[in-house]
Structure formats: C-alpha cells, structure tokens
C-alpha cells in the first residue's frame, strides 16, 4: 500500500506496546465471593500493558475479536462464537456473531462481549477516517483480493498460461504487470470507469456473467466494496514507497483443543514502517492434515477425531505463519497425567524416550509396551542390513540373557559390510546413481563403492556432504564427482542440495516466489552462484571437473542483474576469483550453526527407522510444516552436532530408545494415534528387501546381470537392473533427489505377482530350494524343520496353533515338495512377512 493510501488509512493502528495484538478478549478465572473460583469465570481485555485503546482507520478496516475462555482443567476454549456482541454507542461499529467488527461512524465505541451466564467483557475502540473516501491501494487491497479469492492461484488465472486469456501474476507476487494486464489489455475491456458496477472484473467474480471459477463473492461483500471503488477511482496504480509486509504471525499461535472443538485466530501484519494490520480475513489458510483439523476462508479452525498435532498455514502477501492445535485423546487423562508430573517418576536418559514420553504425556495417550525379542531382532535388523536374520543369528539372540543384548546387536549390524552396503544403496538412489542405458557402468560401481567405504568407516557426515559439494577432478580420481555426472543442470544441483541437505524444496523459487516459504527468485540465483565457475572437460572417456578462475555470481531471472553467491538466509559470501566458491557453500551447509543441516538429516534417519517423519514429507521442512514433536527434533539435531556428526551415533540414539524397541500393537487407547509414536509403525518392506527376503525363505536366489552370483538386490549399485518384481514393488528409477520416488503402497500387480507369478513359481518349485531340501530331509523331525521354517521367516517360532495346523496340513505327505511349497508360499504371502513390524 503506498503512503498516499495510507493517509486515511484502510487499518487499524496499535501503539508500539500493544502490536499485533489486536483486541484480544480472553475469559480468566476470579474470586468471587459464595462462589468457586474454579468454576466462576469472568471476560478481561488481555493486552501487554493493560490498556484498552485499539484504534481502526478508515472504512476498509477490519478486527477479528477473539473470546476465549480458561477451564477448570487447565484448557483454554474459544467462546468467540459463544458470546453476544454489543457496542455503546450504537452506530460507530459494526460486529457480526463471529466477532468481525467493522467501522461505521468516527468515534469512540466500547465494545461489549456478553457470555449466557451474564459475565461480560469490554474493549474501547477508536473510529475515525469513516467521513471520506480513500484511495485504493492496488498493491495493498487490490491484489490481495485476487490471492484470497483464488484468482492468482496455480489452477487458475495464476497459472503461466492464464486462463481464458487473462493472465495474473502467481499469487500476485507481480503486482505491476497485474496492473497493466488488467487496465490495458483487451481493449480495456476488463473495468470500465465510466459504469463500474459493469465492469468484466466485477461481473465476473460475482458470476452475474459466464464463469468457469463460478461465482468467487457478491455483491454485498467487503471485497466487491473493495475492487468496485478502485475501478471508479480510475483504477490507479500506487505512487510514492510502497509499504511492505515484513511479518505476519497468528494469534492463538498454539492451542491445546479438544477433538470436534473449534478455534477463531486472527493474522496480524506487520509492515515496513511498523503498523501493523488485521488481515485474518485478508488471509489464504490451508491445514496440513485435513483430517485432524479443517479450516474455514475466516480462519475458523474446526478439529477432528484424531489425536496429535495439527498445523494450519495463513498466507498474506509473500509471508506464511502456522497456528498449532494440540488435539489430546482425552482432557481429563491428559490433565490427569500432566498433573502428577508425567506418566511414570525420573527422566529417561535416552532424549529420544524423554521427548516422546513428554508428548504423549501432554496427549494423554498410553505408550505400548516393549516388543518382544523375536520382533525387535527382525525389526532392527531390516532397518539396518535391509535383510532378515540369519538362522544363526535368530538362534544365537533368543537364547542370549545379557540385559544389553538389544544394544548389543545394533552395535554388531552397524559393524557388518551388510549395513554398508544397505546404506550406500538407500543414499544412491537419491544421490541418482543410475546409468544413463545399457550395460553397468564403471562410474555407477565407483560411486556405488565410494558410498559403500564412507559407511563402512562411519564417515562423518558433514565430511560426507562436504566431499560431495566441493568434489573436483576425474572420476577415478574423486568418485565424488559422479553426482555431478549425474546431475549437470545447474538448477538441479541447486535444488538436490537444498531437499537433500537442507530439507528446503525451493524448487518454485526458480520461476516465482515459493507459495508457502519465503524462498525468492533472489534466494534460488544466489543458491545458484555457488556453482556458476563449475566446468567439466573431456578427453575420451575421461571426465575431469575443475573450478575457472572467474568471479562467482548469477543473474536474477526478473532483472537481469547480476547476484553474489549466498546461502538460504545467510550473508552474501565475496569470494574472489580464485577460489572455488563451494568451499564457502559446504562451509555453510555444514556448519553447526546452519538451521537446516542436522535437522534434515535426523528427520530423515527417524522416518527410516520409526516408520513417519517428524516432519511428513522426510524432505519438506518448511515453516509451514512444523514437526509433530519440536522439542525432539531440536533435542535429536543438537545431539547428532554434538556427536561430530556421527551417523552411528544417531543410528544407536534412536534403535537403543523404547520408542524403537516398542510393540507395534495398539494399546487401546492409543490406536487413534498416528503421529506421537506411542508405539512401533508397521512399514512395508522396500522391494529390495522383500526380494532378497523372499530369496532367503525359498532358497531360490535371484540373479542380475553383469554381477556375481549371490549378489543380494539391496547390494546393487544403481536401479537400472532389469527385474519386474523391483519395479511392480516400488523400486525409484532414481531420477530425483526426492525419497517420494519410492512407492509403498500396494496394488493388485503386486499381489497377483506374489500369489501365482511364474517367478515366484519358480522358487518355490527350485530342485535345490527349501522346499525340496525340507521334502528329502528324513534325519529330522517335522516339527523341527516346521520351527526352523517359522524361525527364518519370522525370527520366532510358531504358536500352538501354527504347529499344530501346519502337522495337519503336512500329514503323512511331509516328504513331498508340494505341500512344503504350499506352506512357503503362505508365509511370504502373509502381513507378518510382507511388513516389518
């Protein structure tokens, strides 16, 4: 909004004391005498200093009241639409039922919100500017509009190609050719000065003429009010400085709600010359899990059924904030607990149980119990091997006593090459090791291998990064310098740093703003510099990459002019000419101070190992997604700084904690949990695994072209083998940066390949397969060759009922290979088998 705008000014003001506040009516507890003060509450103003005085300016301003209430049990409710509104004297104000007030008449007004119980609450405001008309600020009030409707978005006028040939910047983040598109294109057809109220713009958005968006408001609405006074005004553009949003944030910005509860917030501005503005109804709002929590274009927030933490997103003008619901399983549990200072006495010494037990505390939500041996041996040595237990192994686990045998075992699969090799596979594919055709290439094995040595000496990971980000020379010199090979668009070396390293998805930077971060096309050019002196040379087959000696720098996409190489929210770095200006970015990217770094990569070890991130997508950690757990995540990254950034530090800090080691059955109350970890998420096995899995049962081991025999598919170096089954069971193609690329979900392909595919046939039907070997094996019992079976698919033996069903079925045809297949093909086709549980 431009200053000139804002003389008459279309906001309301606040005292530097009391910004952002607004008028914040709050319920509080009080003595009163006869009466419990527990149960008697009365309204109160609840400002920083105590004083009431909120002033609104202008016709076009707008305040969200907000009435709540304190409980006996320690909640905070929302009476927002609970109360009846009232204002002395009458016709200065307006306020509806949901506490929106509006000015009418110059004045000072008190503002009366009155509960059933006759309690009440007063505020005073200040009117004025009601007596004159204001220049409409385009930039401030116009182009909002088009954002809060929905004209500008992707889907619709927004999008690059315009919609029915109008065209709109992207969420308005160009507000002059916005402008210029809607006064000067077609004829000027789209607003017509001289009849407003016929103007294309205005009959459109209210579909009195043919529509395809449909009807976006009426005539009755402010922002019709809005749009229609700027068109009679002559459609100005604003002169003078342009006032900028600096910050939005929400009030309530965290909120403990009961399910099917409801929560008004308010968004307030801040802009460049320090007043602010409510513009909660200005505001775009999106939740972030619509089935905990739904929120309406007002900013109503209505909860679900579900228990856990819920965020929703306010966005005004470039700039995102998040209101947070905690939403418990039940108040009085919660309270309960939180009352007699936590679940159970003492602190746990792993941060990973303190900060879980702490949350499901708050949630009022029972952990499971332990798991038992059998499942937490499988469990954690397909988290780290990516294979089943070996028989030996199963055997040699059960019959252990040691205390810290589990602790045991995760330090012995960290120390074997299979977990080397598992690992070096996982960062592979989204490092894209994958050949571009043909046959396996020599880079592919090295790169492959190069991984597989870094975990297998437990590399550090900054230097891990490192080594990847500043990689120079020939191949065989630096593997290193097969991701950038592999990945030789600039934009998308960018963009794999910022999701890989960074958790940043900053890939709408490159053409626009990012919609919901505050990434800009500045911020991407820059990112971009660090790489802008890359060169690769070429002498037959040999690929050598080498810094030139060059000023590093990039061109904004928007103006052309030229930008020094920085970090996302980090100081320009002034590199000269002769330096490689990655040194500087890897310096950045691993430092302990980068906000970024240690959280993406304990976020996404935690999604590896407890089944769900702590922020969903592993990748994604913007502002607007913040994690189900905050104190954890903080608690985890500043542990794996501390450890060096020890890989294995952080793989022992999450496997050794109760969190991991616990049951994967629901406790009762705690089945409608599905994001605090009060116990073990089941996940399918990747198909990698399940190949190898179903390998390993059958005795039937799958081949691949171009490797040894006995290869394992979690040890191949890059995803371009030909094998149905990895691609029908979700193996990525490697092609980007983003874990997205695997699929865990489940499909009839899979199943029907599972259940009579001639692979699996084969298998199962192998002359020297289990099946035959358990048909021609008269030296030992069928119980013990039943148990051995049990023992290797699930790390258990089978129940009572197992065995007993299973001698039955086998009967006197036990030396026969069919019914063996028969009970093989069962196992593997079963939930236990197919998931890690």
Same mark, same amino acid.
């Given at each position: ?23 914040i ?48 049990n ?36 008190t ?11 007063? *505020? ?15 930039c401030?009030q ?18 690059i ?30 607003v ?32 019709y ?18 006032? *900028? ?116 505390d ?57 977990? *080397? ?5 996982k ?26 040595? *870094? ?67 500045e ?14 040379k070429?002498?037959?087959?040999d ?138 998420y ?63 979900e ?8 599972l259940?009579?595919s ?59 290979k ?20």
């Amino acid at each position: 909004m431009s200053r000139n705008a804002l003389k008459g000014g279309a906001r309301f003001r606040l005292a530097p004391c009391l910004l952002g506040l607004a008028a914040i009516v709050c319920l509080a507890v009080t003595d009163s005498a006869a009466t419990d003060s527990a149960a008697r509450q009365s309204l109160r103003i609840d400002n920083v200093d105590g004083a009431a005085a909120t002033k609104l300016v202008g016709i076009d301003a707008r305040l969200q009241l907000i009435v709540s209430r304190s409980e006996p049990n320690g909640m905070t409710t929302d009476w927002t639409r609970r109360v009846d509104f009232s204002a002395s004297p009458e016709g200065l104000v307006s306020i509806d039922s949901t506490g929106l007030v509006t000015p009418l008449a110059d004045g000072t007004v008190t503002v009366s919100a009155t509960a059933d119980d006759g309690q009440n609450a007063t *505020a005073t405001l200040d009117v004025s500017g009601t007596g004159h008309t204001q220049p409409v600020s385009f930039c401030g009030q116009v182009v909002p509009i088009f954002t809060k409707l929905g004209c500008n978005g992707g889907g619709c006028h927004g999008k690059i190609a315009g919609q029915n040939g109008f065209r709109l910047s992207l969420l308005g983040f160009e507000p002059h050719e916005d402008h210029k598109r809607l006064v000067a294109e077609s004829r000027g057809r789209r607003v017509s000065l001289a009849s407003p109220d016929r103007s294309l713009l205005l009959m459109k958005t209210i579909n009195a003429m043919p529509h395809g968006g449909g009807a976006r408001t009426d005539r009755d609405s402010h922002e019709y009010r809005v749009l229609r006074r700027w068109i009679s005004q002559g459609m100005p553009y604003d002169q003078g400085e342009i006032l *900028a949003v600096q910050s939005i944030r929400c009030y309530p910005e965290v909120r403990r709600m009961a399910g099917d509860g409801e929560q008004q917030i308010s968004v307030i501005a801040t802009f460049s010359d320090g007043s602010v503005e409510d513009v909660t109804r200005a505001a775009v709002y999106e939740s972030n899990d619509t089935q905990m929590a739904e929120v309406s274009a007002t900013g109503l927030v209505r909860t679900g059924q579900l228990v856990g933490d819920v965020a929703v997103m306010a966005r005004y003008q470039g700039h995102v904030t998040v209101f947070r619901a905690e939403i418990p399983l039940r108040i009085d549990a919660a309270t309960e607990i939180a009352d007699a200072g936590g679940s159970s006495a003492g602190q746990p010494a792993n941060v990973v149980d303190r900060f879980v037990r702490k949350k499901l505390d708050s949630l009022g939500i029972p952990a499971s119990p332990p798991s038992d041996d059998a499942t937490f041996l499988r469990r954690v040595t397909l988290d780290l091997t990516g294979r089943i237990p070996t028989l030996d192994e199963t055997n040699a686990f059960l019959a252990d006593d040691a205390p810290d045998k589990r602790a045991g075992l995760v330090d012995r699969l960290l120390g074997s090459d299979d977990y *080397a090799a598992f690992f070096a596979r996982k960062w592979g594919v989204i490092l894209r090791n994958r050949r571009t055709g043909g046959a396996l290439q020599v880079s592919n094995m090295l790169f492959h291998h190069w991984l597989q040595e *870094a975990f297998r000496v437990n590399k550090p990971y900054n230097q891990l990064v490192d080594e990847l980000l500043t990689a120079s020379g020939s191949l065989f010199s630096n593997p290193a310098t097969a991701w950038l090979s592999q990945v030789t668009d600039q934009n998308e070396r960018v963009e794999d740093i910022s999701q890989l390293f960074l958790g940043q998805r900053i890939q709408c930077a490159r053409c626009h703003h990012h919609p919901y971060e505050k990434w800009s096309q500045e911020d991407y050019a820059r990112m971009s510099a660090f790489f802008s002196t890359i060169s690769k040379k070429t002498q037959g087959t040999d690929v050598t990459f080498v810094t030139r000696i060059a000023a590093p720098s990039a061109k904004h996409p928007k103006t052309g002019q030229s930008v020094s190489p920085a970090g996302l929210d980090a100081e320009a770095v002034q590199a000269d000419a002769a330096t490689d200006p990655r040194r500087a970015l890897s310096d950045w990217v691993t430092s302990p101070e980068n906000p970024f770094f240690a959280k993406a990569l304990v976020n996404r070890y935690w999604k590896h190992f407890l089944g769900r991130g702590l922020v969903e997508p592993e990748d994604d950690l913007r502002v607007t997604n913040p994690p189900s757990n905050p104190e954890l995540m903080d608690a985890l990254a500043a542990a794996f700084v501390e450890s060096g950034y020890d890989l294995q530090s952080l793989v022992r800090l999450i496997c050794n904690s109760d969190v991991y080691g616990a049951s994967s059955d629901a406790s009762g109350d705690n089945l409608i949990d599905r994001r605090s970890h009060s116990r073990y998420y089941p996940k399918r096995l990747q198909a990698e695994t399940l190949l190898d899995s179903i390998d390993a049962v059958t005795g039937a081991s799958t081949s691949f072209s171009g490797m040894p025999a006995g290869t394992r598919a979690v040890e191949l170096p890059d995803t371009g083998f030909n094998s149905y089954f990895l691609s029908v069971f979700g193996q990525p193609d490697s092609k980007t940066a983003c874990e997205c690329e695997r699929s865990s979900e489940a499909n009839l392909a899979q199943s029907l390949h599972l259940l009579n595919s001639e692979q699996m046939q084969k298998k199962l039907t192998h002359d020297q397969g289990r099946a035959a070997a358990y048909a021609a094996d008269a030296s030992r019992a069928i119980e013990e060759r039943i148990r051995e079976l049990y023992l290797l698919a699930f790390s258990r033996e089978p129940t009572d009922g197992e065995l007993k069903s299973t001698l039955s079925y086998l009967g006197d045809r036990h030396d026969q290979k069919e019914p063996w297949e028969d009970l093989i093909w069962a196992l593997v086709n079963s939930k236990e088998f197919l998931f890690n549980h």
